[in-house]
């Protein structure tokens, strides 16, 4: 991508996005990628790129771990390994080991479900393949230490047998010698040292002539002495021969190692550039995280479309002080692709556009950007700015000089394939001259079809946003009543300065306003009164569209709570309506059951009894209850005809109630602790309230219309 002026990128701040994600990076390697960080033009590369960063973030989020623990530095390492005669150190083919490890924990990871959910990811490892052989070599002659195991060779194995034996050998000796000192009182308190890769014995300096070996120092007080004692002398001279045996033995096989490794060189080198890779997708998913950067879609051609954009930096910095960040929404395309935006200053209006700007850079970098992900952004060719004073000493130019300089580098270069952003188009000029030639100015790069935001105070360039096509005019939202910028972009209309309603706030004698308002042009002057009215108009109808919205929320909420309390309500009145039913049930089976046993004891009775008569009366008194039943159970079907049960209610006084006892209906007239005075027609009776059900009388069905 190419970009103007070179200080583009660093006056967009880019600079210290790229400083964010090395902080991110834990190998060297990914360090280098974050600092050679590219924009690209290629829709397929930053397609892969935002995409393997989105895949790294959702693993993080779904807290699933990537196998690329080890930080692992190895140039040095793998360069030597390129060399040939070379000779790595254990230490350092352990290393190498860790590398062909980790790779091969990553390609086990993506097994089959894998390598489709984290497609972008798994294209990293595409090109290569996971060489077991690589780790078997190493294993066959290093322990888990990174030491030389004995079995590598036999001739390791029988030095190491035999330096072995004559260690033990001079340990038993040189034990005897320290017990024969002891005793005769020649040792120091250190007993026993090592000097100069000997074993030697410390003895008071005054006896050093009396014990035969040899001398190998004095303490630095010159008290102790340190001795060699003669029968350890040999063994010492084999043990030193065998130590150096098994260290050139030890590398020829270290040599034999390095050169079997170097045979799989490219392949390790491929390796290390892989979670390099993976280190640096990584730190990208991790800064997103930090500036909530999403993956937005992607469009072929020229376009911008941004829903709830944030300035990364400036999203970290009041995140960092809990301030609150004020989200921009706009749209630029093949229709409205130029912006002007107007309003007061220090109303955010170079800020939007660093915005918009950093944004892209980001995006054609391969970084997941702070928007939301239902933005769509276009890939452009060339970037230009223009923002901030660019006076040059060194060219002998002023800033309208440099200012127009610059602008014929924008006319003469831009595209449909170019975003450009002007910081106060004409400005550094008189005010009459200077908006005529940012009008041309406008004009041209409409023409070129480039896409751009400009910021403005200029009323000409308000006013031709509307004639003009392709160019919309923009807002930043001014708070009049407090002066204070609400730093949010309204596209569509132009913004007032507020020059007369700041100076009016901050106490400017009236006097001075109106002889400013007296210099101004009448039109010029009302057209400024009637955008900052139409500003503040819109903004009113905005609060009140926000409490509208509120509202219904609110509403919406309330309705939801009643439909679930109306359903629970209505759920409690069937649940205690079949409970009711199933107790009738229930009393009429038990009923039955006692019919049935009794009418079979009166049978067997019958059989027994020489009094038949006697049996004949038991009979008619029960059936005569059973009579009684029947025209209770009928006078109680008329009851539920004419009046239904109520669930769930207190008793209330002059409320109707049915007595459970024999279902007769009544007014309760007088309530006495737990019982209650219920009037059945002129007659008054004592019941307890547990033996009360409130009921109602049932609504009378409407008689059909006749014909």
């Known amino acids: 991508m190419k970009y103007f002026p070179d200080s583009a990128l660093v006056q967009l701040e880019f600079d210290k996005v790229q400083a964010l994600l090395e902080e991110h990076c834990k190998t060297e390697l990914g360090k ?3 600092q050679e960080l590219r924009l690209h033009t290629h829709i397929d590369y930053v397609k892969t790129a935002l995409q393997q960063a989105h895949e790294y973030k959702q693993l993080t989020l779904l807290q699933e771990h990537f196998p690329n623990d080890y930080v692992l530095n190895l140039k040095n390492e793998l360069r030597l390994l390129g060399i040939q005669g070379a000779v790595l150190s254990g230490e350092q083919v352990m290393q190498l080991r860790k590398l062909a490890e980790s790779m091969g924990s990553i390609v086990r990871f993506f097994d089959h479900d894998r390598r489709v959910t984290y497609a972008g990811l798994f294209e990293v490892i595409t090109h290569t393949h996971y060489e077991k052989k690589i780790i078997l070599i190493i294993d066959e002659i290093l322990d888990e230490a990174g030491m030389v195991r004995d079995n590598a060779t036999p001739e390791l194995s029988r030095i190491r047998m035999s330096l072995f034996r004559k260690r033990n050998e001079l340990r038993r000796v040189f034990d005897r010698s320290l017990s024969k000192l002891s005793k005769l009182g020649y040792l120091a308190d250190t007993g026993e040292a090592f000097l100069n890769g000997r074993r030697v014995v410390a003895i008071y300096a005054e006896n050093k002539r009396m014990v035969k070996g040899i001398l190998h120092g004095e303490s630095d007080t010159r008290r102790t002495a340190f001795v060699e004692p003669e029968e350890t002398i040999e063994l010492n001279n084999d043990v030193a021969a065998l130590e150096r045996d098994e260290n ?6 270290l040599r034999t190692l390095t050169a079997d490794l170097s045979k799989h060189s490219a392949l390790l080198n491929n390796y290390h550039i892989i979670l390099g890779t993976y280190d640096f997708i990584r730190a990208k998913a991790k800064l997103a995280l930090d500036m909530d950067g999403n993956y937005p879609m992607l469009t072929p051609g020229a376009q911008l479309h941004l829903v709830d954009a944030y300035h990364p930096l400036l999203l970290l910095y009041n995140r960092r002080n809990t301030k609150p960040t004020i989200p921009i929404n706009l749209t630029l395309d093949n229709n409205n692709h130029i912006l002007v935006i107007s309003g007061p200053n220090a109303g955010g ?8 700007g950093l944004i892209q850079l980001m995006l054609q970098a391969g970084l997941l950007v702070p928007v939301h992900p239902s933005s769509q952004i276009g890939i452009f060719r060339q970037l230009m700015i223009h923002i901030g004073d660019t006076q040059s000493l060194e060219f002998e130019l002023s800033t309208y000089s440099s200012h127009l300089k610059n602008m014929k580098y924008f006319i003469e270069n831009a595209n449909g394939k170019t975003l450009f952003f002007i910081d106060e188009l004409g400005g550094g000029s008189d005010p009459n001259l200077g908006g005529a030639f940012a009008e041309v100015i406008m004009e041209e790069l409409a023409k070129k079809h480039a896409f751009g935001i400009v910021t403005t105070h200029y009323l000409n360039l308000k006013v031709m946003a509307n ?8 807002a930043m939202g001014f708070d009049e009543q407090n ?3 609400m730093y949010k972009l309204i596209v569509g209309k132009p913004g007032s300065s507020y020059t007369f309603s700041i100076a009016q706030r901050i106490g400017l004698h009236p006097s001075l306003i109106n002889r400013a308002r007296n210099l101004v042009d009448e039109g010029h002057f009302q057209l400024d009164k009637l955008l900052n009215k139409a500003e503040q108009d819109l903004q009113k109808v905005e609060a009140k569209e926000k409490e509208l919205q509120q509202l219904l929320r609110e509403n919406e909420r309330l309705k939801r709570e ?5 359903d629970k309500e209505r759920k409690n009145q069937q649940f205690g309506m079949l409970k009711l039913q199933n107790k009738i049930k229930e009393d009429e089976l038990a009923y039955l059951k006692d019919m049935e046993r009794k009418m079979k004891q009166i049978v067997i009775e019958w059989k027994r009894s020489d009094d038949k008569q006697k049996v004949m009366k038991q009979a008619e008194a029960l059936l005569f209850r059973k009579r009684e039943k029947a025209i209770n159970d009928k006078l109680e079907k008329k ?12 008793l209330q006084l002059n409320d109707l109630v049915k007595i459970k006892t024999n279902g007769q209906v009544g007014k309760l007239i007088e309530i006495r602790d737990k019982r209650g005075i219920v009037k059945l027609g002129n007659i008054p009776m004592n019941v307890p309230l547990a033996d009360l059900i409130l009921v109602k009388e049932r609504p009378k069905e409407k008689e059909p219309a006749a014909r």
């Open 248 to 253: 050139r033995e030890v590398y020829k096989i």
């Open 32 to 34: 280098e990628m974050a």
């Open 467 to 474: 004639k003009v096509k392709g160019i919309i005019n923009g």
């Open 639 to 650: 009851v539920q005809d004419k009046f239904q049960e109520v669930i769930g209610s207190d």
């Open 562 to 566: 009643y439909e679930v309390l109306s």
């Open 483 to 485: 002066l204070s910028p």
């Open 349 to 356: 209006k170079t800020v939007t556009m660093k915005t918009v």
